[in-house]
Structures are given as C-alpha cells and as structure tokens.
C-alpha cells in the first residue's frame, strides 16, 4: 500500500540554522509532491510544489528537493526563525478514479529555539 | 469574504446524535474535501467530492454522509456520533496558486463527542 513517512519526532534547532526535514514514500509515483504548513489550531496552508522532473525548487528561504529515485523530498529552512515554529506536512497525489488526490503524511513538528 | 468557511467552530454532543458540519467556499472550485486531524494519524481523507452531485468515499468514511447540491457548499453528516469521532475535521477545496495545483484548507472544526 502506499505510504508517506515523515519523521514523527519534533527538530528542534537554533534561530539561523538551516532545518531539514525529511518526506519518504513507497508505492507511489507521483507527479509531484506538495509542502503544507500548519500552525496550532489552523489548517494547514500551502508552501510550495515540486514537480518529479524537477531537481530543486527555491521560494524565499525554503528550498525543496525531489528525488524519484530514493523516494524522497527534503525541505530546507535556510537561516530559520522562531516564527518558522510550526508542523510542516508533505502530501503526495494518489490517483483515483481518475483524479489526483492528495494524500497526506503525518508532519514533522519544527520549533525554533531564539 | 472570499475564502473557505466551516461552521461550527467548536461543537459538543451526545453518542447517538446527528451533527452537521458545514462548509463554504466561494471561488467556485470543483474539487471539496473532509479530512479528520487526529494525534498519531495525521489527515485521514473522508470524502471528496469532484462536482456538485458527484462524490466519493476516501479513507475513513464509515460513520459519515455527504451531499454536494450547490458548489459552493460540503457539508458532512455524522448520522449516529460515536466517541471515536471526536476529532478536529477539516474541509478543503482545490484551487491553482501560481499555476500549481494546492488546497485551500478552512479553519477547521473541533468536534467532542461525549
């Protein structure tokens, strides 16, 4: 069956670092993969699309890789700030009758220490 | 307000009532969405509907009815609560942001089921 795994323990890192998180799959392959953010008691709010013939895809201070091959999606936060604290959720396209359907993965939670 | 609104925001009832929740949005997207949240599972997919008067079952839809008449409108029925469908449900429409395909997610609506 197919599967998304995030890294279900939170990252905690220092204000400036880079955080990377971690989006792995099996028994998919999808067109592309999607990066949601959600902050405590809201739903979650699109970041950012890749595409599977794309390598990297860069907004702001986030960066996203794909790689079809290993089956997995990294995000980047480059010089993260405590506002950057939240669970970022990846979701995948699963086919279905026809459309495409999101499948989500259960989050990572990112807190960002001042 | 432009957007995707639930009502009620919180609601509280009984084993064995009919609750309704309710969901709007106004861009007149074709695909809507229920997802629960709950702690270990993530967004589990309920029901998604691609039109109005066409929908279809997703990954928990046992307990739940939908209906779609007007696309603007979703809403999701729990015929008899069980405790078990305490949760925080989330309504979704599909909508393109900067040509990429995202869903749009409303602020949810925290159900207790006593």
């Given at each position: 069956s197919q599967k998304i795994e995030q890294n279900s323990e939170a990252l905690n890192i220092q204000e400036g670092k880079t955080a990377t998180l971690t989006c792995n799959y099996t028994n998919y392959s999808p067109a592309y993969l999607q990066w949601y953010r959600q902050d405590p008691g809201r739903g979650p709010v699109f970041l950012l699309l890749i595409r599977e013939n794309e390598k990297e895809k860069r907004k702001e201070r986030l960066k996203v890789t794909f790689d079809t091959t290993l089956k997995q999606s990294l995000f980047h936060i480059t010089a993260?700030?405590?506002?950057?604290s939240a669970t970022y959720l990846c979701a995948l396209p699963g086919l279905s009758g026809g459309s495409y359907i999101p499948t989500f993965g259960r989050g990572t939670s990112l807190i960002v220490h001042p | 307000d432009a957007g995707i609104t639930q009502s009620p925001r919180y609601k509280i009832t009984e084993t064995g009532r009919q609750v309704t929740l309710m969901c709007h949005q106004?861009?007149?997207?074709s695909y809507m969405f229920w997802y629960r949240q709950d702690l270990g599972h993530g967004l589990r997919l309920i029901y998604y509907s691609a039109a109005a008067d066409i929908t279809d079952k997703g990954e928990v839809p046992d307990g739940y009815v939908v209906s779609r008449s007007k696309t603007e409108n979703f809403p999701l029925t729990l015929e008899s609560a069980t405790r078990s469908q305490t949760s925080v449900y989330f309504c979704a429409s599909r909508g393109t942001s900067g040509y990429q395909e995202t869903q749009y997610f409303g602020p949810g609506t925290r159900l207790l089921v006593l």
């Amino acid at each position: 069956s197919q599967k998304i795994e995030q890294n279900s323990e939170a990252l905690n890192i220092q204000e400036g670092k880079t955080a990377t998180l971690t989006c792995n799959y099996t028994n998919y392959s999808p067109a592309y993969l999607q990066w949601y953010r959600q902050d405590p008691g809201r739903g979650p709010v699109f970041l950012l699309l890749i595409r599977e013939n794309e390598k990297e895809k860069r907004k702001e201070r986030l960066k996203v890789t794909f790689d079809t091959t290993l089956k997995q999606s990294l995000f980047h936060i480059t010089a993260s700030q405590p506002a950057d604290s939240a669970t970022y959720l990846c979701a995948l396209p699963g086919l279905s009758g026809g459309s495409y359907i999101p499948t989500f993965g259960r989050g990572t939670s990112l807190i960002v220490h001042p | 307000d432009a957007g995707i609104t639930q009502s009620p925001r919180y609601k509280i009832t009984e084993t064995g009532r009919q609750v309704t929740l309710m969901c709007h949005q106004t861009w007149s997207h074709s695909y809507m969405f229920w997802y629960r949240q709950d702690l270990g599972h993530g967004l589990r997919l309920i029901y998604y509907s691609a039109a109005a008067d066409i929908t279809d079952k997703g990954e928990v839809p046992d307990g739940y009815v939908v209906s779609r008449s007007k696309t603007e409108n979703f809403p999701l029925t729990l015929e008899s609560a069980t405790r078990s469908q305490t949760s925080v449900y989330f309504c979704a429409s599909r909508g393109t942001s900067g040509y990429q395909e995202t869903q749009y997610f409303g602020p949810g609506t925290r159900l207790l089921v006593l």
